[in-house]
């Protein structure tokens, strides 16, 4: 820390405040009543997720910037300006000494910490979805995409009057669930959207043949094989989407549900059992 008439002063851990702290000690002879003084700290920080800061001056102005897409600001003091565009952010912090619970005169342990942390504001480095997230997602979608293929096989099984056992039906089972085992195997290696393209064009291969040689119909494997795939590329717009996931969600699974029911509006299934 340096600043005229102050010299340079080295930081040392604190004692006596609640949070753990740097200090740097200022001369005894500094008269710090009257006037302001300039104060210019360079720090640097890795693995930082949070940069916050105390309000314990009377008013206290903060402004940030920076090169980070996805800033957060839920917690503490809301800024009053904030921007982010193209990749970078900018915020403005403006808060008194009137908005926080202790006052401005203190002595060490006199304010308790969850009253400094409740006051604390600033920005948070928010990584929306990482490579495990993306995984975990999807396969919180697991059971709902299982059900939806078995559907849709049932579906084309009864549209081409072609049955399908259920020893058949098992088997397209655990080819279903394989297929995140290998989309998490993969994407450690290759990223989340090279793993998921290859692991869904694995498996609708695997289903188009299979099917194929099931139904004795090479257009049924094509078909079925062309259907799995639209169905696992609407998975990944799920996993993916950051503030649409719900309304595509919706909207997929109510478009998913009408196509079933208009195909097969005209089965008599009292027949067909």
Same mark, same amino acid.
């Given at each position: 820390?340096?600043?005229?008439?102050?010299?340079?002063?080295?930081?040392?851990?604190?004692?006596?405040?609640?949070?753990?702290?740097?200090?740097?000690?200022?001369?005894?002879?500094?008269?710090?009543?009257?006037?302001?003084?300039?104060?210019?700290?360079?720090?640097?920080?890795?693995?930082?997720?949070?940069?916050?800061?105390?309000?314990?001056?009377?008013?206290?102005?903060?402004?940030?910037?920076?090169?980070?897409?996805?800033?957060?600001?839920?917690?503490?003091?809301?800024?009053?300006?904030?921007?982010?565009?193209?990749?970078?952010?900018?915020?403005?912090?403006?808060?008194?000494?009137?908005?926080?619970?202790?006052?401005?005169?203190?002595?060490?342990?006199?304010?308790?910490?969850?009253?400094?942390?409740?006051?604390?504001?600033?920005?948070?480095?928010?990584?929306?979805?990482?490579?495990?997230?993306?995984?975990?997602?999807?396969?919180?979608?697991?059971?709902?995409?299982?059900?939806?293929?078995?559907?849709?096989?049932?579906?084309?099984?009864?549209?081409?009057?072609?049955?399908?056992?259920?020893?058949?039906?098992?088997?397209?089972?655990?080819?279903?669930?394989?297929?995140?085992?290998?989309?998490?195997?993969?994407?450690?290696?290759?990223?989340?959207?090279?793993?998921?393209?290859? %692991?869904? #064009? =694995?498996?609708?291969?695997? &289903?188009?043949?299979? !099917? +194929?040689?099931? /139904?004795?119909?090479?257009?049924?494997?094509?078909?079925?094989?062309?259907?799995?795939?639209?169905?696992?590329?609407?998975?990944?717009?799920?996993?993916?989407?950051?503030?649409? %996931?719900? #309304? =595509?969600?919706?909207?997929? &699974?109510?478009?998913? !549900? +009408?196509?079933? /029911?208009?195909?097969?509006?005209?089965?008599?299934?009292?027949?067909?059992?």
């Amino acid at each position: 820390m340096s600043g005229t008439p102050l010299t340079q002063a080295s930081f040392e851990p604190g004692r006596g405040f609640p949070l753990a702290v740097l200090t740097a000690p200022l001369r005894l002879d500094m008269d710090l009543t009257n006037g302001k003084h300039a104060f210019d700290v360079t720090l640097e920080v890795a693995g930082t997720q949070t940069l916050g800061f105390l309000p314990l001056a009377h008013s206290s102005r903060v402004e940030i910037r920076g090169n980070w897409p996805d800033p957060g600001f839920a917690s503490g003091f809301l800024p009053v300006e904030r921007h982010v565009r193209g990749g970078r952010f900018d915020a403005i912090w403006e808060v008194l000494d009137l908005n926080r619970s202790f006052g401005a005169h203190w002595i060490e342990n006199n304010v308790s910490l969850a009253d400094l942390q409740d006051s604390a504001f600033g920005v948070d480095l928010v990584q929306p979805v990482d490579l495990y997230q993306q995984v975990e997602r999807a396969v919180k979608y697991a059971g709902v995409f299982i059900c939806l293929s078995f559907l849709t096989l049932f579906i084309w099984e009864h549209l081409t009057r072609r049955p399908v056992h259920p020893f058949q039906y098992g088997l397209m089972g655990l080819a279903l669930s394989v297929f995140f085992l290998l989309l998490l195997a993969l994407a450690e290696h290759v990223g989340f959207r090279a793993a998921y393209v290859i %692991a869904a #064009l =694995a498996l609708c291969a695997l &289903l188009g043949v299979y !099917l +194929a040689g099931t /139904m004795d119909s090479s257009k049924s494997g094509v078909a079925s094989s062309g259907i799995f795939g639209l169905l696992y590329g609407f998975l990944y717009l799920l996993v993916t989407s950051d503030d649409y %996931a719900l #309304l =595509a969600g919706a909207l997929g &699974l109510f478009a998913v !549900l +009408a196509t079933a /029911m208009v195909l097969t509006r005209k089965v008599n299934w009292y027949e067909t059992a």
